[in-house]
């Protein structure tokens, strides 16, 4: 099993629905976990952080933690099309170190 | 955030030579990393530039293939050696600033190996 995995996807949604996009993780993440966003021939932009159970917003953002479950996710309301990127879920180990998943492309058709 | 700088943005290098990448950083922070991002792939941390003593290295990432160098806090350097076409990538360092472990990222830089 990955440390840290999400579906490549690509998952594909209209504009101005709501994104979904999962992770799960092994044992040794279990510190902290966040979520960034990378346009094609960028660096990768950290959008959410989360730390503890339960739903953490920040404007359109929604993250989620279910330690019992060992499962995050991001939610996206009212998508849009510069939503579209490559949104990669991270997991913090006991030294901070982060361990990245493969990422899932997001496409918002207009 | 900090502001992360790196130099050079890209660069084509021929077998065999080595390239070094500098990482900027324009406030003091506790901890430099540095990673790979292979084409089409996530990204895979090759060590923690620890300032004033040798970088820590991850599984698979040795010294004499890339080393390290943080002589302060607000700075760090990678260097590829001996490079070969699966030397391409994209290398991106990244700085930890507080305690929350949150981490940002360099611009990266573009590295080609013909």
């Known amino acids: 099993q990955k440390e840290v995995e999400q579906n490549s996807g690509p998952l594909s949604v209209p504009e101005g629905a709501i994104a979904s996009l999962n992770c799960t993780y092994s044992?040794?993440?279990?510190?902290?976990f966040f979520w960034y966003r990378q346009y094609s021939g960028k660096s990768p932009e950290l959008i959410m952080s989360?730390?503890?159970?339960g739903d953490k917003e920040d404007g359109r953002f929604t993250a989620q933690l279910n330690k019992a479950s060992q499962y995050v996710s991001l939610l996206i309301r009212d998508s849009q099309p510069s939503d579209s990127a490559t949104y990669l879920c991270?997991?913090?180990?006991?030294?901070?170190?982060?361990?990245f998943g493969s990422g899932t492309r997001l496409l918002v058709r207009p | 955030s900090a502001v992360i700088s790196q130099k050079p943005s890209r660069d084509i290098c021929q077998r065999g030579t080595s390239l070094t990448i500098q990482c900027q950083v324009d406030?003091?922070?506790?901890?430099m990393f540095w990673y790979r991002q292979q084409p089409g792939q996530s990204l895979t941390l090759i060590a923690t530039?620890?300032?004033?003593?040798?970088?820590?290295?991850e599984s698979g990432f040795v010294i004499d293939k890339f080393p390290i160098s943080r002589p302060n806090l607000t700075f760090s350097t990678l260097t590829v050696s001996n490079m070969s076409p699966e030397d391409s990538s994209i290398y991106l360092c990244?700085?930890?600033?507080?305690?929350?472990?949150?981490?940002?990222f360099g611009p990266g830089t573009r590295l080609t190996v013909l």
């Open positions: 990244s700085v930890r600033t507080g305690t929350t472990g949150e981490q940002f």
């Open positions: 044992d040794r993440v279990s510190q902290s």
């Open positions: 989360i730390y503890s159970n």
């Open positions: 991270a997991g913090g180990d006991s030294s901070y170190k982060l361990i």
């Open positions: 406030s003091q922070v506790t901890m």
């Open positions: 530039a620890n300032q004033g003593s040798e970088a820590t290295y």
